[in-house]
T-cell receptor, first 113, second 116 residues
Framework: QQQVKQSPQSLIVQKGGISIINCAYE??????FPWYQQFPGKGPALLIA?????SEKKEGRFTISFNKSAKQFSLHIMDSQPGDSATYFC????????????FGRGTQLTVWP | GAGVSQSPSNKVTEKGKDVELRCDPI?????LYWYRQRLGQGLEFLIY????????KSGLPSDRFSAERTGESVSTLTIQRTQQEDSAVYLC??????????????FGQGTRLTVV
């Protein structure tokens, strides 16, 4: 059973546009929601993370929006650049039990120049 | 090195052979994870080591898969009698505490395993 569901599977955005990737989860015990960015041939790298006590977190062009009641969170990439072309994974875990990360299936983002 | 190191970076093996994949975590990181990533797929959890606690082996797909970790250092993932469906990139990650402890998990570049 997929603990974290991610959509879309692929996304094509024009340079300067906004990229939006959505994730949903079922386990209300999850309390840590990171996003990872992966370039071809590389391991995933932490991009930005949020806890459920806030509804939004922004770091530069990257913003996580969190809706606790809907059990959904999303990544927004403003002013998307060709260098943002990568695979993005959302994830969730239960921080209080030092539990493992559950990953979404990933979104392949392509930003056209 | 400063990051998580995995070796070999690429491994081609014949069906039925055993393989060992190695992970050197970042020094001082108590938690270590193994994930599997099939082509175009997400990250499939395999096993989790946290300090001296019993490892969480719930993600290992079959008894052909096993992993060991010596203290808080090197880990080895062993796949016995490899099958073609084992072909994937095997990723190792480490963090200061369990990943859920809100400390960043650092991934290695992975070992690309091809079973022919």
């Amino acid at each position: 059973q997929q603990q974290v569901k991610q959509s879309p599977q692929s996304l094509i955005v024009q340079k300067g546009g906004i990229s939006i990737i959505n994730c949903a989860y079922e386990n209300t015990a999850f309390d840590y929601f990171p996003w990872y960015q992966q370039f071809p041939g590389k391991g995933p790298a932490l991009l930005i993370a949020i806890r459920p006590d806030v509804s939004e977190k922004k770091e530069g062009r990257f913003t996580i929006s969190f809706n606790k009641s809907a059990k959904q969170f999303s990544l927004h990439i403003m002013d998307s650049q060709p260098g943002d072309s990568a695979t993005y994974f959302c994830a969730a875990s239960r921080g209080s039990t030092l539990g493992r990360l559950y990953f979404g299936r990933g979104t392949q983002l392509t930003v056209w120049p | 090195g400063a990051g998580v190191s995995q070796s070999p970076s690429n491994k081609v093996t014949e069906k039925g052979k055993d393989v060992e994949l190695r992970c050197d975590p970042i020094s001082g990181h108590t938690a270590l994870y193994w994930y599997r990533q099939r082509l175009g797929q997400g990250l499939e959890f395999l096993i989790y080591f946290q300090g001296n606690s019993a490892p969480d082996k719930s993600g290992l797909p079959s008894d052909r898969f096993s992993a060991e970790r010596t203290g808080e250092s090197v880990s080895t993932l062993t796949i016995q009698r490899t099958q073609q469906e084992d072909s994937a990139v095997y990723l190792c990650a480490s963090s200061l505490a369990g990943v859920g402890g809100r400390t960043e998990a650092f991934f290695g570049q992975g070992t690309r395993l091809t079973v022919v």
